[in-house]
């Protein structure tokens, strides 16, 4: 796959994991930690590198039912980059 095609992914300089104390996924960091919602999390849960946006979005919708999500997706991922929790 090449640069072009890969798909976000966390940034190394956080770490995502499922808390159970929380009951939330979490992007833990040398400073912290993030507590996510549940949209969130389980978007930033399949930013691994290897979905692209439209793959993300398209497991979303058949994951929950759901159609429509492309315009959140994109905007959540936005947000996310520009808090530097994901890179391409």
Do not use: H
């Not at 940034?11 to 912290?32: D, H, I, K, T």
């Not at 497991?59 to 391409?88: C, H, P, Y």
């Amino acid at each position: 796959m090449s640069a072009a095609e890969a798909g976000p992914r966390v940034s190394r300089r956080f770490r995502l994991q499922w808390e159970e104390a929380q009951n939330a996924w979490v992007l833990l960091y040398p400073e912290g930690m993030v507590k996510l919602n549940q949209s969130a999390g389980e978007i930033l849960r399949r930013c691994d590198g290897s979905r692209t946006e439209a793959a993300i979005v398209a497991e979303l919708e058949e994951a929950f039912g759901a159609s429509g999500l492309a315009d959140d997706v994109a905007n959540f991922l936005a947000m996310a980059r520009a808090q530097q929790w994901i890179e391409t």
